[in-house]
């Protein structure tokens, strides 16, 4: 089986891809370049060959279905885990053996962290400061993540989204470079998850490079500049919110309520001439075409002319969900084909 | 900022943490002082006659002043490091310090810093009440041998208590150890019974562990009957062996990062 190649432990100085010099990365831009990335849980292999690149300045977001290997992935990135076999350079340094000078680069907020309850906002982001070469000011990082009220307050007594504000805060207070994090608002209500965006769409002004792991399709398109989809402990798919999985070229659906006067001839014609797909389907005429405009032109048009309207009219791109059902929903079920292999 | 003022803030904040938590004040303060008031008053004024190794007569209270000292230090360092380190590592705050610059050595060096602090103030407050409420002497020109026995045991009690936690894989199963292996050797090397001499085989067990060496070095730091300087110096080998051999544990076995992470 090719689990069991794959998960041999390659040993340490083995002759592996040609790693490109921190000096090249750092130059480059890069903040993060992963070429063939795995890692094995016994015969599980959860990461199976993950290439990324974030460059510097940018927000980058990991999605993924739970299990996908999102935070396996960060994990390693971060220098809490060990990787099977691939090349990682994270700020030009390989994570597998942090130093106190690169550890001082990094900001995380790790997907659960309960900080001591006696302590107070205050005292924590104070504590951290100080483990930092040049830390950021302790008051002015409790303001930037809102929690100036809550100063005082002992974190035992914070909600879970005033906890996970004072994780962030904690993550920045060392003034990193590149700051992870790890599915930030799991377990948000609506609101909280609004103020963490906008929160973390700060990070943007301060220039910092962001990874961020999430499972939530509107937060990854609401924050990230450019989307990584795991699936199955691989890029399946990468772009912008806009051009992910080939959204922005993708067929449109010009979609209304055919009216009674409106002849199929003239549709049929319309269609042709934009090269769109009709069909009509209890009334509801979709048209699927790459040219929008050019269906849309002469059916208005028409629609002057006959002092009339199309009800319902809408023009409608595929959503990112839609992008993402296409991507994960294929891979899944090849994952699950695989599972089942596996079992045998 | 220096690594001196990095673990003097650590230690600040280690100490804080300790005094704020009701459950650590009770268990580290209100229950060592609740015994020896409630022996030292069932037994007050008594002498016992066969104290291992003496041949005069001691007052319980004095036994009992000696041994409320030991299991003060003991629920300040053992118990009280095993329960925040199990907490900190299961919370996940163990993992989020290793990846920040501090340097674990600070790290440790204030959690044991602070257990030691705490265990002073402790064995001074704990001195004073027996002092106060049953004529206990002070141990007078025994007091370097008191410190040097109070030091000795605390930085046993607490170095063990590193490896010790990562035996505790829930936080909720932290305090019910780390105390429940405690009360074990109270009772195994005689914290409970003034005077009595335990039998053999119990004896022989409790001097595999520290406990008891801790408690028979105090209890000669008090006894008005020593002579000499009160230095029990087999019993403070081997409470330095086990805080050598807490250590090198530690080194080898200590673990940030959850139970539940592969």
Redesign the interface.
């Known amino acids: 089986m090719v689990i069991d190649d794959a998960c041999t432990e390659q040993p340490a100085g083995a002759p592996g891809p040609a790693p490109d010099g921190p000096a090249r990365d750092e130059a480059g831009g890069q903040a993060i370049r992963v070429r063939g990335l795995r890692k094995c849980?016994g015969r599980v292999e959860a990461v199976r060959g993950l290439d990324l690149t974030v460059r510097r300045g940018e927000i980058a977001a990991l999605l993924g279905p739970n299990g996908a290997g999102k935070t396996t992935t960060v994990e390693i990135l971060?220098?809490?885990r060990s990787r099977t076999s691939g090349d990682v350079q994270v700020l030009g340094a390989d994570p597998r053996r942090?130093t106190?000078?690169w550890?001082?680069r990094?900001g995380?907020v790790?997907q659960?962290?309960?900080?001591?309850a006696?302590?107070t906002v205050g005292?924590l982001v104070?504590?951290?400061a100080?483990?930092?070469?040049s830390p950021r000011d302790v008051d002015e990082t409790i303001e930037l993540v809102g929690l100036t009220a809550k100063r005082r307050a002992?974190a035992g007594r914070l909600s879970g989204g005033q906890q996970r504000r004072l994780d962030v805060a904690?993550a920045l207070v060392?003034d990193p470079e590149l700051v992870f994090l790890d599915e930030p608002t799991t377990g948000f209500d609506p609101q909280a998850r609004r103020q963490a965006w906008s929160m973390i769409d700060t990070l943007r002004t301060l220039s910092k490079t962001v990874l961020l792991t999430t499972h939530y399709l509107d937060e990854a398109e609401a924050l990230a500049d450019r989307i990584a989809v795991v699936v199955d402990g691989r890029i399946a798919a990468e772009g912008t919110p806009a051009t992910l999985g080939g959204r922005d070229s993708a067929p449109c659906e010009v979609r209304f309520c055919r009216p009674e006067r409106l002849d199929p001839a003239v549709l049929d014609l319309v269609a042709a001439s934009a090269e769109g797909s009709l069909t009509v389907v209890g009334g509801v005429v979709t048209l699927r075409t790459a040219d929008p405009a050019g269906v849309l032109g002469p059916l208005l048009d028409w629609a002057r002319a006959h002092g009339t309207e199309l009800p319902g009219l809408e023009v409608r791109r595929p959503s990112l969900e839609d992008v993402y059902l296409a991507i994960t929903g294929g891979l899944g079920a090849r994952r699950s084909a695989r599972r089942l292999e596996d079992s045998r | 900022?220096s690594a001196v003022?990095?673990l003097r803030?650590?230690v600040g904040?280690a100490s804080?943490?300790m005094l704020?938590?009701p459950q650590t004040l009770f268990l580290v303060v209100a229950l060592p002082v609740l015994y020896l008031v409630i022996f030292g008053a069932i037994f007050s004024g008594e002498e016992v006659n066969d104290v291992p190794g003496r041949s005069w007569n001691l007052s319980v209270s004095v036994i009992m002043t000696a041994s409320v000292v030991v299991i003060g230090v003991v629920s300040a360092t053992f118990q009280s490091l095993t329960m925040t380190l199990a907490q900190?590592r299961e919370?996940?705050?163990l993992?989020?310090l290793?990846?920040?610059?501090?340097?674990s050595w600070v790290f440790f060096t204030a959690q044991v810093l602070t257990a030691l602090l705490v265990s002073v103030a402790l064995a001074v407050l704990v001195t004073g009440c027996g002092a106060l409420a049953f004529d206990v002497a002070l141990p007078g020109r025994r007091t370097p041998a008191a410190l040097v026995t109070l030091i000795v045991g605390a930085l046993s009690c607490s170095l063990v208590a590193l490896p010790f936690s990562v035996l505790v894989r829930r936080s909720a199963a932290a305090l019910p150890l780390a105390f429940g292996v405690s009360l074990g050797l109270f009772f195994l090397s005689g914290n409970f019974f003034p005077g009595k001499a335990l039998p053999d085989p119990v004896a022989s067990v409790a001097d595999i562990f520290p406990v008891r060496h801790f408690f028979v070095a105090m209890l000669t730091a008090f006894d008005p009957h020593t002579t000499g300087a009160g230095f029990e110096w087999d019993n403070l080998a081997v409470l330095g062996g086990w805080a050598v051999a807490g250590a090198l544990l530690a080194l080898r076995w200590f673990r940030w990062?959850p139970t539940g992470?592969?």
């Open positions: 849980y971060e220098g809490h942090p106190r000078e550890r001082a990094i995380l790790l659960s962290t309960q900080m001591p006696e302590l005292e104070a504590r951290f100080a483990f930092y070469p002992r904690l060392g | 900022m003022r990095v803030r650590e904040c804080r943490v704020r938590s900190d919370r996940g705050v993992k989020r290793r990846s920040t610059p501090l340097p990062a992470d592969r």
